[in-house]
């Protein structure tokens, strides 16, 4: 295997194309690099957020697809269309002899990157600056990872994570404080190691409205309290920049809100976006995690946190990216240095430097395959899939989390799902009621626990 960069990473010239008909209004693609290709040709698509689906394809193949409109807004990129290759920020193509990635200069700023083929050309066009380099690595996965080294430069250690355990595929949305100290107690019974307990999403009132509980949940203060007497850490579930349109918080301050922007339909209700750019909505958010830091939470699970990357017309005049790191640094603000922030449902470039962990794949299921097709919806298929293609992340930019180890009897083909979970160095999280597990499900659990690793992951070859 040769390691070895032909020259230096090297800003791409930019020749404009035509503006696609219907899309007049939008910044244009230009050309920036003409490639050989051949038979064996692959190319590397990069998904914008945690969910949208990302890998190695053939020329000849169809790249994964929204089945649904709303499956568009929450887990791809606006703008990715089914006719051709589109990376966000990253898009690579690997032959016999070099593989060439072509990529954003800065997270800051994260273009969309389409190939085409054009005769015997591969066209790769871009709609903001990118930089290109060309490698001799024999393994392309492994010329992912130095590019990502390089962008790197400068992002905080990698911290260690130990093993975690999460109410979601436990009890979905129903959760209640009893349920979660249930499992809890039986933690120390089983001889299962776990350092965080997380809540995950079902305790609030509302989404937006954080801060009052569900009335049959029962105690936040409590339940954080109670985790922390049994030695453990409490982490909580928060979808930071989703604010429900029946919520409180919608009705009582529509000034928040990003006006005329949706980030979909979820929970029964269109989710609003909120503008963090507006002073009132900044100090809000703010104190929210102040407060659930005085709780006693220290692991924050941020998610569908994509909704803070739409495009909207802001308080303040800036892009959705801007936007998102604005929002995010504000959450950092908040929690300080040493808690944890865990991206989820969140756009990949445009979190490094900003998360300490990140899941990077679609929610897991009991289900094998999502009932609609689309990859990007929760399915042990998709989230396999798309966490192998993003290993050369971990240890690099942050943790990787490529979901929970969820193996109770109704889970389809849990010893797969189980081997996929083992094969990763990120975090480890279990998500199943820990009575419902069987002995096989119960020493399995117990033998994947385990703390993450700091260390990039060997990356095998796409197509070992």
Same mark, same amino acid.
């Given at each position: 295997?040769? $390691? ?22 939008? #910044? ?8 050989? +290709? ?17 890998? &190695?394809?053939?020329? $000849? ?11 568009? #807004?929450?887990? +791809? ?9 589109? /990376? ?10 070099? =593989? ?10 994260? %273009? ?10 591969? =066209? ?22 130095? &590019? ?7 992002? %905080? ?29 039986? *933690? ?13 999403? /079902? ?6 409205? &954080? @801060? ?25 579930? =928060? ?18 809100? #990003? ?16 503008? =963090? ?11 929210? *995690? ?7 939470? $220290?692991? *924050?699970?941020?998610?569908?946190? +994509? ?31 040493? !808690? ?25 299921? %009991? ?20 966490? #192998? ?8 930019? &942050? ?14 083909? !849990? ?39 700091? !260390?990039?992951?060997? @990356? ?5």
């Amino acid at each position: 295997m040769v $390691d070895l960069l032909v020259g230096t990473p090297r800003l791409a010239e930019r020749q404009q194309d035509p503006a696609p008909e219907g899309n007049e209004g939008s #910044v244009p693609f230009s050309t920036v690099a003409e490639l050989e +290709y051949d038979a064996s040709t692959l190319l590397f698509e990069h998904g914008w957020q945690s969910w949208s689906p990302s890998g &190695w394809y053939r020329l $000849d193949a169809h790249p994964p697809r929204p089945t649904a409109p709303n499956h568009h #807004v929450m887990a +791809y990129r606006p703008g990715v269309d089914a006719g051709r290759f589109q /990376g966000e920020g990253l898009l690579a193509v690997a032959t016999a002899d070099e =593989v060439t990635v072509i990529a954003a200069t800065s997270p800051d700023d994260v %273009p969309s990157i389409r190939a085409d083929l054009r005769g015997d050309r591969l =066209v790769i066009s871009a709609d903001g600056a990118v930089q290109q380099t060309t490698s001799t690595q024999a393994n392309p996965n492994q010329a992912l990872a130095d &590019w990502a080294d390089a962008f790197a430069a400068g992002a %905080p250690p990698v911290r260690v994570f130990g093993p975690s355990w999460c109410s979601w595929y436990a009890y979905w949305g129903k959760v209640t404080e009893r349920d979660v100290m249930t499992d809890v107690r039986q *933690f120390d019974q089983h001889d299962l190691s776990v350092d965080l307990v997380l809540l995950d999403e /079902g305790y609030q009132s509302a989404i937006g409205d &954080w @801060l009052t509980p569900r009335d049959d949940f029962g105690s936040t203060v409590r339940l954080a309290a109670d985790i922390r007497s049994s030695g453990r850490r409490a982490g909580i579930w =928060v979808a930071p920049f989703l604010v429900a349109s029946g919520s409180e918080t919608a009705r009582k301050h529509p000034e928040w809100l #990003v006006p005329g922007i949706s980030a979909g339909t979820n929970w029964g209700q269109e989710q609003l976006v909120l503008d =963090v750019t507006h002073p009132g909505a900044a100090h809000h958010i703010q104190d929210v *995690f102040t407060e659930l830091c005085r709780q006693g939470y $220290d692991h *924050f699970k941020l998610d569908f946190v +994509y909704a803070g990357a739409i495009d909207g017309p802001r308080h303040e005049q800036i892009d959705g990216v801007g936007a998102y790191r604005l929002g995010m640094r504000l959450l950092r603000e908040a929690v300080g240095p040493n !808690r944890i922030l865990h991206g989820c449902g969140a756009p990949i470039l445009p979190s490094l430097g900003l998360v300490d962990c990140m899941r990077i794949s679609p929610d897991t299921d %009991p289900l094998v395959d999502p009932p609609s097709g689309d990859i990007s919806q929760p399915g042990q298929r998709g989230a396999r899939s798309t966490s #192998v293609a993003r290993e050369f992340l971990h240890g690099r930019w &942050w943790a990787n989390d490529s979901d929970c180890l969820i193996v109770r009897p109704d889970v389809q083909e !849990r010893e797969l799902w189980a081997q996929h979970i083992s094969q990763g160095p990120g975090l480890r999280m279990s998500s199943d009621p820990i009575g419902e597990l069987d002995r096989w499900g119960l020493d399995r659990t117990r033998e994947l626990l385990v703390p993450s690793s700091p !260390r990039p992951h060997p @990356l095998k070859d796409p197509d070992a």
